[in-house]
């Protein structure tokens, strides 16, 4: 079927993710009116998919997709999951129930709309190129009770320090695929260089671990498929690596920087870093090692605990000085089990598994297994760097992070012919 307006398509896709990339909104709105504002492309993109194809198709894409129809039976068992622990624990965490219900129902709004990986990656870019102009043009035009600088780390007030990087992760990762794969785009270079700049902003060690280990992952698989050609595929791999490396350590203020690494060794002022002394505890001085470490044995002990309904969403976490209440555990795996239950869990990595399992089994299954995962890889790249995110951090409820996921789920169900569902469900 002909895909109308093509272009205002890209466009209200590109605002619905960076609207909630740009988390920071919601502290000038209510949390409902941030939902509406962010939710409002989709609802105009929903009025046009109607025009164009009308309701019963639409409704027939979510009811004959076996895949949507499996998610979406994980999706209520990790629900019924944090309903079970509420009332097993005087109503603990009952809301997230809410936001979970709300977050599936756009899940199955988006399985409705005829989504392509050209539009998302044109999201990625421009919600990753107002990230980064807000930090440039705040600091160059020196509004600064805009930015946001904590020690080690710099963010604005629409994507704070500890969110900004995830304008550029999910598009670093696929750059570096798309590059180390093939060949070295001026284009790509640019976006890469700019994903690597909002890294280094924001200093997140999680995201620069979860960089590293994508770029040695592709170039181990890049060697595989292309070992006959293995010099050119590490003379692209080291152009990669120094447009990360320059991009992020050029502006990173943080210890992890490689310029203030180089700066201790040359006795430059730039080695020292006393802009943060005397300030309030930042987000990485409150998730130090020592504070992991607390934060791995609270949700083993809850996990135990706990066993087998959970102690309520959001109920396992540790003190930690300058935070208020308890910090919830930065372990979504442990933590959910310790939360929600054995049924919660469940529900959770089922979400993740049935598309990733389907999609697998298709790559496995065709003739080049490469191409296959090149058209497969702007999403996989998506749910697995989330998936790993959250072996350092806690389970996310919010949009900013779940409207990229929703949109990979909607890539891989929309990619995989029908057959393919079936076939990969009863196989598995």
Not at 17 to 43: E, M
Not at 181 to 193: D, I, Q, S, V
Not at 342 to 349: K, N, R, T
Request: charged letters at 10%; glycine letters at 10%; hydrophobic letters at 55%.
């Amino acid at each position: 079927m002909k895909n109308n307006h093509p272009m205002l398509k890209t466009a209200l896709l590109a605002t619905f993710i960076t609207i909630f990339g740009l988390s920071g909104i919601r502290d000038f709105l209510t949390p409902a009116l941030y939902w509406v504002v962010g939710c409002l492309p989709l609802s105009i993109l929903g009025i046009m998919e109607v025009r164009a194809r009308g309701v019963g198709n639409l409704v027939a894409t979510v009811t004959g997709n076996a895949l949507v129809k499996w998610m979406a039976l994980f999706w209520l068992v990790f629900i019924a999951g944090i309903v079970i622990a509420s009332v097993a624990n005087g109503g603990m965490g009952f809301m997230a129930a809410a936001k979970y219900f709300a977050l599936g129902s756009v899940f199955v709004a988006l399985c409705t709309f005829l989504i392509n990986t050209e539009q998302v990656v044109a999201g990625l870019k421009v919600w990753a190129a107002v990230a980064v102009v807000g930090v440039i043009g705040l600091f160059l035009f020196d509004v600064t009770d805009m930015l946001v600088v904590t020690p080690g780390r710099i963010g604005w007030i629409l994507a704070l320090p500890g969110v900004l990087w995830k304008a550029g992760l999910f598009l670093l990762v696929w750059l570096v695929w798309q590059l180390l794969m093939g060949p070295l785009r001026p284009a790509n270079l640019t976006w890469l260089f700019l994903a690597a700049l909002i890294m280094g902003f924001d200093g997140s060690r999680t995201g620069i671990l979860v960089a590293a280990g994508a770029f040695f992952a592709f170039l181990f698989l890049a060697l595989i498929r292309y070992k006959s050609n293995a010099s050119e595929v590490l003379g692209r791999a080291v152009t990669v690596a120094l447009f990360i490396v320059v991009g992020m350590g050029v502006v990173n203020p943080s210890p992890w920087s490689p310029m203030h690494v180089l700066n201790q060794y040359s006795e430059s002022p730039l080695s020292s870093n006393d802009a943060g002394s005397g300030s309030e505890p930042s987000v990485r001085d409150v998730t130090e090692d020592s504070t992991r470490v607390q934060m791995l044995g609270a949700a083993v002990a809850g996990s135990i605990a706990n066993f087998p309904l959970g102690g309520g969403f959001g109920s396992t976490g540790v003190p930690v000085e300058g935070v208020e209440g308890l910090m919830v555990v930065h372990i979504t795996y442990l933590q959910l089990l310790s939360d929600v239950g054995v049924i919660g869990l469940v529900g959770y990595l089922g979400i993740f598994a049935v598309p990733l399992v389907a999609t697998f089994r298709r790559v496995v299954r065709a003739e080049d297994g490469w191409l296959m995962l090149d058209r497969f890889s702007l999403p996989l790249c998506i749910l697995m760097c989330y998936l790993v995110v959250g072996l350092l951090h806690p389970v996310s409820s919010e949009l900013s992070e779940w409207a990229i996921v929703l949109l990979a789920f909607c890539l891989l169900i929309r990619e995989l012919p029908a057959s393919d569902h079936r076939r990969s469900l009863k196989s598995g």
